[in-house]
Nanobody
Framework: QVQLVESGGGLVQPGGSLRLSCAAS????????MAWYRQAPGKQRELVAL???????SYADSVKGRFTISRDNAKNVVYLQMNNLKPEDTAVYYC?????????WGQGTQVTVSS
């Protein structure tokens, strides 16, 4: 069974940084674009950033210049470096393929930005 396990979330003050990690239970990264998504309370899940097999990337306008996505195919891990965090970044963050596979959603990791 494929599992995606997100980690690295927490409580941080505005302007702070966090680095999220997503590990897979087996090798599902090598031939697929991967992405980070987030879901804030009362809102739909949205795409935050994606990275292609060849390390091309794309970001939501709201995080451009602040977030950086990367991947390590040898370790089956995808990362999201988040800098200059804002209260509106508060959400549960998930990783998945892009486009997402419905059966791959994990538990996510909570990111709370508050003073």
């Amino acid at each position: 069974q494929v599992q995606l396990v997100e980690s690295g979330g927490g409580l941080v003050q505005p302007g702070g940084s966090l680095r999220l990690s997503c590990a897979a239970s087996r090798n599902i990264f090598s031939n697929y674009a991967m992405a980070w998504y987030r879901q804030a309370p009362g809102k739909q899940r949205e795409l935050v950033a994606l990275i292609t097999v060849n390390h091309g990337y794309s970001y939501a306008d709201s995080v451009k210049g602040r977030f950086t996505i990367s991947r390590d195919n040898a370790k089956n891990v995808v990362y999201l470096q988040m800098n200059n965090l804002k209260p509106e970044d508060t959400a549960v963050y998930y990783c998945n393929r892009f486009p997402p596979e419905s059966t791959y959603w994990g538990q996510g990791t909570q990111v709370t930005v508050s003073s």
